[in-house]
Nanobody
Framework: QLQVVESGGGLAQPGGSLRLSCGVSGFTLDDYAIAWGRQAPGKEREGVSCISSTGYTTRYADSVKDRFTISRDNAKNAVYLQMNSLKPEDTAVYFC??????????????????????WGQGTLVNVSS
């Protein structure tokens, strides 16, 4: 059974950092690209970042480019999202998902469910002073 579980959310001050983790089970990172998305209260889902199944390609939404970094550790079967220079508008529930197809399409569609093989419940990130 495919499963992903997020962790690492919490409270951060503006300008601070957090690192989110996405643990996967039931498959290996070679099988799927992995994406991070987020959804703030009252807002639409947003695709934030994605790393290809090979790990060679990464993509970012313009809103997080140069602040967030996605990475993977095949030995631990985990994907990470390092978030720096956090802003209040980054406050949201962040979730990870295994992607059907390419990162480009997944992010362009803001992680439409039809491109997700599995996704997690999410972890809350609250950026506030």
């Amino acid at each position: 059974q495919l499963q992903v579980v997020e962790s690492g959310g919490g409270l951060a001050q503006p300008g601070g950092s957090l690192r989110l983790s996405c643990g996967v089970s039931g498959f290996t990172l070679d099988d799927y690209a992995i994406a991070w998305g987020r959804q703030a209260p009252g807002k639409e889902r947003e695709g934030v970042s994605c790393i290809s199944s090979t790990g060679y390609t990464t993509r970012y939404a313009d809103s997080v480019k140069d602040r967030f970094t996605i990475s993977r550790d095949n030995a631990k079967n985990a994907v990470y999202l390092q978030m720096n220079s956090l802003k209040p508008e980054d406050t949201a529930v962040y979730f990870c998902a295994a992607i059907i197809g390419t990162c480009r399409v997944a992010l362009t569609t803001d992680l439409n469910n039809k491109y997700l093989a599995v996704w997690g419940q999410g972890t809350l990130v609250n950026v506030s002073s």
